[in-house]
């Protein structure tokens, strides 16, 4: 059973519009959420997080929302770039069971084409 | 700076070969990790090492094998491959929240 589930395989915008990818998780003791990019044969990179003790984190034209009672969280992209064309990786943990490591359980991706 | 890097980037291999994936980290980071993704998927976790001298089963540890050598390197091995086991490998280090991917390991078996 997917624990952190991206229902859109694909999303295309045009270039200056606003990017909306959404990412739903079941496991009610994941604390902390990430968006992962990645483009084709490089492995993914860090965008930006969230801890659940928030409900927004912002940094630059990305911004991430938390729902903690709808277990939903969504990354906006804007003003959208062609550049931020990539596969975008929801990723979820649970820091709370400590053990010294940050397993992290991915959703299967979204596929975001910013048209120019 | 390098980060993590793996080697090697591509390999092709014969069922029921073996075969060592190779992952060293230039961070200090004490937790190591490593994926595989699949197309259409996401990353699942194969085992991880919480700190040298432990390792543990992620999510799909069944025919890997893994040895922390030592805090930099953290090695992934198939020791009977099967066509299952064709993926991208990603090796992975940490510290706290920042996790770091190397750039993959394309593995087929035929």
């Known amino acids: 059973d997917q624990q952190v589930k991206q229902n859109s395989p694909s999303l295309s915008v045009q270039e200056g519009r606003i990017s909306i990818l959404n990412c739903d998780y079941t496991n009610s003791m994941f604390d902390y959420f990430l968006w992962y990019k990645k483009y084709p044969a490089e492995g993914p990179t860090f965008l930006i997080s969230?801890?659940?003790?928030?409900d927004k984190n912002e940094d630059g034209r990305f911004t991430v929302f938390l729902n903690k009672s709808a277990k939903h969280l969504s990354l906006h992209i804007v003003p959208s770039q062609p550049g931020d064309s990539a596969v975008y990786f929801c990723?979820?943990?649970?820091?709370?069971?400590?053990?010294?490591?940050?397993?992290?359980?991915f959703g299967k991706g979204t596929k975001l084409s910013v048209i120019p | 700076n390098a980060g993590v890097t793996q080697t090697p980037k591509f390999q092709v291999l014969k069922t029921g070969q073996s075969m060592t994936l190779q992952c060293a980290q230039d961070?200090?980071?004490?937790?190591m990790y490593w994926y595989r993704q699949d197309p259409g998927m996401g990353l699942r976790l194969i085992y991880y090492s919480a700190s040298e001298g432990t390792t543990d089963k992620g999510e799909v540890p069944n025919g890997y094998n893994v040895s922390r050598l030592n805090k930099r390197e953290f090695s992934l091995r198939l020791e009977s491959a099967a066509p299952s086991q064709t993926s991208v490998y990603f090796c992975?280090?940490?510290?706290?929240?920042?996790?770091?991917f190397g750039s993959g390991t394309q593995l087929s078996v035929l």
């Open positions: 969230i801890s659940s003790i928030k």
């Open positions: 961070m200090n980071h004490n937790s």
């Open positions: 992975a280090s940490s510290r706290a929240l920042s996790v770091f």
């Open positions: 990723a979820a943990s649970a820091i709370s069971r400590g053990a010294g490591s940050y397993q992290l359980t």
